[in-house]
């Protein structure tokens, strides 16, 4: 979907295009706004981003597949810019569909590098309750910003809408049904924002170009949902309280340091 220029600007989704990302992520899963952040911007942040990422390349943890990568973030900047921490269009569209007593606890990208293979197809939560086929409202929403172009060449995402965020089965049953099931690739520009039902199915897919495939990813959940499997966020002091109340209130369960003690790596 492609906002009007006063929508950027100012921040604020007209009445109408609220609706139809709620109707979107309610029926199908996911909503993308393209080209919503600014080139310069993003560029900036892929090139913080890749100096990061390269040093983290040095001693990379175990993956799910070859050369998909998941990297925490550290929360300065340019990554902890307002318009990726606290992003007004994203906020929006989050509280209309879980209301307002939510939390922001992950901050973190996902890379595919070239020669990558497919991810097992997944979702990013568990299921309340497992036992039941029953359809219940979203309690985890997730935030992408692909720091290229994410296309079908250099790896873009492949999702399932169309109902799977309403499933309750388990990974190994995912595995089982998903060949049967029709799936998409995310395609979108550099800056885009993409805004997912933390329960529909995706997986990463084989970077066929000689460049990395970034994404920055937040996720926000209601308060009540259990994620203490994920480490604590550390915001330095000064950078939490320049953000909007609304931001404070997501963040205020994480670890706030002073600015000297910040959270300097990954």
Request: aromatic share 10%; hydrophobic share 40%.
């Amino acid at each position: 979907m492609i906002l009007t220029s006063r929508e950027i600007a100012s921040g604020q989704l007209l009445p109408e295009t609220l609706s139809y990302a709620v109707q979107q992520i309610r029926v199908n899963g996911y909503i993308v706004f393209d080209s919503v952040l600014p080139a310069d911007f993003m560029a900036d942040t892929h090139a913080a981003y890749m100096e990061l990422f390269y040093a983290f390349l040095q001693d990379p943890p175990p993956t799910s597949a070859k050369n998909h990568y998941r990297m925490f973030l550290p929360f300065r900047m340019p990554f902890a810019d307002h318009r990726i921490v606290a992003n007004s269009i994203v906020l929006q569209v989050i509280h209309a569909v879980m209301g307002n007593n939510l939390r922001c606890h992950y901050f973190a990208s996902n890379t595919c590098l070239p020669g990558s293979e497919y991810q097992p197809v997944h979702s990013d939560i568990y299921p309340l309750f497992p036992e039941a086929q029953v359809t219940i409202p979203p309690y985890h929403m997730v935030f992408n910003i692909p720091l290229v172009d994410s296309l079908e060449e250099n790896g873009a995402m492949e999702i399932y809408p169309g109902g799977t965020h309403y499933s309750n089965y388990s990974r190994e049953e995912i595995a089982a049904i998903a060949p049967s099931m029709t799936a998409i690739r995310a395609e979108m520009p550099a800056g885009s924002i993409m805004i997912r039902d933390g329960r529909m199915w995706h997986r990463g897919t084989p970077n066929l170009s000689d460049h990395a495939r970034p994404n920055i990813a937040l996720v926000y959940t209601r308060k009540w949902v259990n994620m203490s499997h994920l480490p604590k966020l550390e915001i330095p002091k000064t950078l939490y309280e320049e953000l909007p109340d609304e931001a404070k209130s997501m963040f205020q369960d994480e670890v706030i340091v002073d600015d000297a003690a910040s959270y300097a790596g990954v």
